[in-house]
């Protein structure tokens, strides 16, 4: 009996592992379907010309660094960077000095109107970008802000904001109500006490804030497409697709893969620095679209 | 000096709110006030004169070809995208939590990464991928033998939608499965245990303990995801395709860009723009209800 029960014992083993080889190689598909397409596009920014457009599943002969200078030089992705690293600061700078302090006294501060503008900024997560952006384009042309990466900047500011105020707010409300009170009367007012007492104790709220923010701002297309004209000011999604419909007629493959590179390069390091701050990040806020 | 305090805070509070009020107002509520306004004016161009013409724009747009045939594209998206994004997440969710691979963090950490991709970055990637002669997709089916299946899968109307919504699934399907698996690590692992010495399989506990558990967040990631194909759809279809083949991959939001900064129909496009919105808030509301507990 005891000789059946372990053999029993060693057949749910045997089957346990089977299915964990199953579940691995089914994994294993799915993270080659994720990774191959990366992995092509950097064998493809080191082949020649003729390279890319014979064989895609081959390596590259030889290492053609020149694509990559050409994507800085001919390519101008270098311009297109600065641009858009600009316009990230920009964005998360108006968009802190908005957020911050609407979140501390929508979350902390009892006043008349205080649920109806909390209400009101709710509805602002219902408006995406596409569906207001002829007005937004004429109004802006009326007021001639277009073709400025400052209020470029201020309307990705604003565009993040109701997400932002509703995830501060909820931080806001947990931080405990006697670190003001000693903050003020120990006679700071209340910007010292916003600045010196909330400020540093909403920080984890702030950085999951900035980080979800980096990515939105740094990756941006439309926006930036209409509300910018100048091939001076642009950011580096624009000046992508640019390239792309250039290299339809030029074709020079090559230094647009190595330009799609050069735009991963910083993703994929803030994403690794970041990760845990990421996913941690999706956890308190709920959820974001 | 109570009153003096008073004022204090109330200069304080104003102080705090004026800042976001003011550009909440300027890029976002006036912006939206004017599509319901002018929705219903002709106006065809900066220049022009708004005329207004009443409900007519949104006659016409049920007699417009192709914004009926855009209007069936993005349907066909937001159908197919968000189920099989979902369902893909969940199964790879509850996966990599219940079976405790020592790798697991590594599967999250790689299946997650192409959501933070920029969108251009994203169809640009794919568009190569696709290409008829230098993509990998028809090389590789020549390399297994399956030559004849190749094809210009962006080029053909019959394959067209599902190649983008193919590029769709693959950019989305890691973040919400990463909300999933942080949903299933606060189920508690009593709840598998015992229906475990029940003698519950793994699929009976996915179906009965998992997807329960986590209904709540499943219900706003349809949103979510529903929501995300309207927005990303504008960036993955103005890259890849421009609408082509002959329109067959147009969806309305581009269809409404292009009627409002390639023909100037500032009147139509925000007409369209008002539709757009009018139905994403109801099928939010839609699914909502039906996705109520009660009903399940």
Known sequence: MSANQASIKAKKKTSASLGKLALRVFLLVQTFIVVYPLIWNVFASLKTNQEVMESPWALPTSFNWDNYVRAFTTAKIGDYMINSVLVVVMSMGVLLLAAVPTAYVLGRMKFRGRSFLTNFYMAGLFIGGVYIIVPLFIMMNDLSMLDNRFWLSAVYATGSLPFSVFLLTGFMKSIPHDYEEAAMIDGSGYFGTLFKVIVPMARPGIITLIVFSFFDFWNEYVLAMTLITDDAKKTIPIGLANLMQIQTFATDWGSLFAGLVIVLVPTILVYALLQKKLTQGMMLGGVKG | ?296
């Open chain 2, 1 to 296: 000096m109570k009153m003096t305090m008073k004022t204090r805070r109330g200069f304080f509070i104003a102080a705090c709110l004026i800042p976001g009020l003011i550009l909440f107002f300027l890029f976002k509520v006036y912006p939206t006030i004017q599509i319901f306004h002018k929705s219903l004016y002709l106006w065809t161009g900066v220049g022009d004169k708004p005329k207004f013409i009443g409900l007519q724009n949104f006659v016409d747009m049920f007699h417009d070809d192709t914004f009926l045939l855009a209007l069936r594209n993005t349907g066909f998206l937001m159908l197919v995208v968000p189920v099989l994004t979902l369902l893909i997440a969940l199964i790879n969710a509850s996966l990599l939590t219940q079976t405790k691979l020592k790798e697991k963090g590594f599967y999250r950490t790689v299946f997650f990464f192409p959501s933070i991709l920029s969108f251009v970055v994203v169809a640009i990637l794919w568009s190569f991928i696709y290409h008829p002669t230098m993509g990998f997709v028809n090389a590789g089916l020549e390399m297994i033998g399956l030559g004849d299946w190749a094809m210009s899968w962006l080029g053909d109307q019959r394959t067209v939608l599902w190649a983008l919504a193919v590029t769709l699934i693959w950019q989305a399907a890691g973040y919400y499965m990463v909300m999933y698996m942080a949903g299933i690590d606060s189920i508690s692992p009593d709840l598998y245990e015992a229906s475990g010495l029940d003698g519950a399989t793994r699929v009976q506990q996915f179906f009965h303990i998992t997807i329960p558990m986590l209904w709540e967040i499943i219900r706003v990631t349809i949103i979510f995801s529903i929501n995300g194909v309207m927005t990303i759809s504008f960036v993955i279809v103005s890259i890849m395709t421009a609408g082509g083949p002959d329109r067959h991959s147009e969806v309305v939001m581009t269809y409404l860009y292009s009627q409002a900064f390639t023909n100037s129909n500032f009147g139509y496009a925000m007409a369209i723009g008002v539709f757009i919105f009018i139905v994403s808030v109801s099928l939010a509301l839609i699914s909502n209800k039906l996705t109520e507990r009660g009903s399940n």
